[in-house]
């Protein structure tokens, strides 16, 4: 099923061809194996990193790296891509997703956007590059995880783990995520505000309604605190963050019992907050607010991510300047939207996603514009060529 890919790559090509490869639910061995006959005939060297999950699943990782020393620039990226959805959703997909076709100038599949379009313009402009230069001064790598859109824990986190040990640090690193906003090259995402999921609950004993002065109705105790928080405003953007904001995004009792006070009432409020926060501070403000109902509550924690930020340095300024000259706009550093693995991989190195415009992602019909993929090839050869100064 899977062909032979001819040099130069074209990337439409290349990208069907990953799209094929129905990489959902860690499912990434067949596609990381293709990927790593690919770039070895790049003259990458291929290091496959299975890692086992909290679920006792195994995950598959591939590094791939060309060359030694510094500098060295990297890719880095998912081979998986998020479910097509139960059956009502897969017959609302107008082109089966994992049948690439391309029609009215867009790439239309699963992945064609998030991200298997960006990982074969990548690809495609590395070997424009190397084909140019077989001895190329630095290192260049591939860092692939085939668990992103998932739990992710035997992910990004352990490879870059795995790296650490080695020392391995790229100077500079792009992972080719949907990140620009409206047209292509319009926003570089150079990081993410805090994630955080607070579950609370309240109780009480559970009574009849016809005695009210027997119970306290844990849910008249709560109501007025998750209007508190959803009505919070926090005036806390930086330079580079948005303000925090937080959602109620559940409550839950469960009563069927009408004719009774219920026992308990249980609530999540996610958080994205900016760099003034931290989870810590956040569970205290929320705890302060239930603590002054006066009722017994409890409160669990669930982090996703930290805020991270790769500060605007050398590499950014150098991105933006190429992106200019090759796309002829000066993209915005943002760090609106939600954490990527560049939440891991800014313990090692700068890093940013540039890549196709974000519009379809993890929706049905998902699709790529073929212009801006191979505008994206063109922008990252030139960004190779600049990164090396060759
Ligand atoms: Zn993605």
């Known amino acids: 099923m899977h062909m032979g890919v001819k040099f130069p790559i074209d990337v439409v090509a290349l990208a069907m061809e990953l799209i094929r490869f129905r990489s959902e639910d860690l499912d990434s061995h067949e596609i990381q194996g293709y990927l790593a006959g690919l770039l070895g005939q790049l003259g990458f060297t291929c290091t496959f990193l299975p890692f086992t999950n909290a679920k006792g699943r195994a995950v598959p990782n591939l590094v791939a790296c060309r060359g030694a020393g510094s500098p060295h620039f990297a890719f880095a990226g998912h081979t998986d891509v998020v479910s097509v959805g139960d059956h009502s959703a897969q017959q609302r997909w107008v082109i089966p997703p994992f049948e690439p076709t391309v029609r009215e100038g867009y790439l239309n599949g699963r992945g064609a956007e998030d991200m298997k379009g960006g990982l074969a313009a990548a690809i495609s402009a590395t070997a424009l590059f190397v084909a140019a230069?077989?001895?190329?001064?630095?290192?260049?790598?591939?860092?692939?995880t085939g668990d992103e859109e998932g739990d992710g824990d035997a992910g990004m986190p352990l490879v870059v783990d795995w790296l650490k040990k080695r020392g391995t640090r790229p100077d500079g690193c792009i992972i080719p995520e949907p990140a620009s906003r409206g047209v292509l090259g319009a926003t570089i995402k150079i990081g993410s505000r805090g994630c955080v999921d607070f579950f609370i609950s309240l109780s009480d004993q559970p009574g009849h309604t016809a005695y009210p002065a027997e119970t306290v109705n844990p849910v008249h105790q709560l109501l007025p605190v998750l209007q508190e928080i959803a009505a919070a405003s926090f005036d806390d953007e930086g330079d580079l963050f948005e303000p925090t904001n937080v959602n109620v995004v559940t409550v839950d009792v469960g009563n069927r019992q009408y004719n009774s006070v219920p026992e308990r009432v249980e609530a999540v409020v996610n958080v994205r907050y900016s760099d003034a926060h931290s989870e810590e501070s956040l569970q205290r403000w929320v705890e302060e607010l239930l603590g002054a109902t006066g009722q017994p509550f409890t409160i669990r924690r669930a982090g996703f991510n930290r805020p991270y930020v790769t500060e605007p340095n050398q590499f950014t300024g150098m991105l933006q300047k190429v992106t200019s000259e090759v796309?002829?706009?000066?993209?915005?550093?943002?760090?609106?939207?939600?954490?990527?693995?560049?939440?891991?991989?800014?313990e090692i190195c700068p890093v940013v996603e540039l890549g196709p415009v974000h519009a379809t992602s993890h929706q049905v019909n998902e699709r790529a514009l073929i212009e801006d993929l191979g505008r994206l090839v063109q922008l990252y050869h030139r960004i190779l060529e600049r990164f090396f100064q060759v």
């Not at 230069?133 to 692939?144: C, E, H, K, N």
């Not at 796309?327 to 800014?346: E, K, N, Y």
């Open 133 to 144: 230069r077989p001895v190329t001064p630095g290192t260049t790598s591939f860092l692939l």
């Open 327 to 346: 796309l002829g706009l000066i993209p915005d550093l943002i760090t609106q939207g939600g954490a990527s693995d560049a939440r891991v991989l800014v």
